[in-house]
Nanobody, 127 residues
Framework: QVQLVESGGGLVQAGGSLRLSCAAS????????MGWFRQAPGKEREFVTA????????YYADSVKGRFTISRDNAKNTVYLQMNMLKPEDTAVYYC????????????????????WGKGTLVTVSS
């Protein structure tokens, strides 16, 4: 399995921006489609966004479409999440996830469908 470590979380005011990073090690990063999930206090973990291995194809949850952008740099074994126009409801622990091989369909991006997880990074958006 690939090991994942997130960074970049913190406290930001509503309307602000943050960029999360997820560094991968242990296996060939480009063998994995990559994604981000989040878990808000008292809620279940939910899918946020995903990106394919090479083509840059992406999926976004409706709640973040137009505000968040996922990208990856296979040379640096890193996936990024640029978060703009943050809202208090974006407050959550953000987890990086790896899914072996193909991006698949949107419905594939569930907790059970991932091969590896990071430990998460906390994002707090104040109003």
């Amino acid at each position: 399995q690939v090991q994942l470590v997130e960074s970049g979380g913190g406290l930001v005011q509503a309307g602000g921006s943050l960029r999360l990073s997820c560094a991968a090690s242990g296996r060939t990063f480009s063998n994995y489609a990559m994604g981000w999930f989040r878990q808000a206090p008292g809620k279940e973990r939910e899918f946020v966004t995903a990106i394919s291995r090479y083509t840059g194809s992406t999926y976004y949850a409706d709640s973040v479409k137009g505000r968040f952008t996922i990208s990856r740099d296979n040379a640096k074994n890193t996936v990024y999440l640029q978060m703009n126009m943050l809202k208090p409801e974006d407050t959550a622990v953000y987890y990086c996830a790896a899914k072996g091989w193909s991006l698949g369909s949107y419905s594939d991006w569930t907790d059970d469908g991932m091969d590896s997880w990071g430990k998460g990074t906390l994002v707090t958006v104040s109003s």
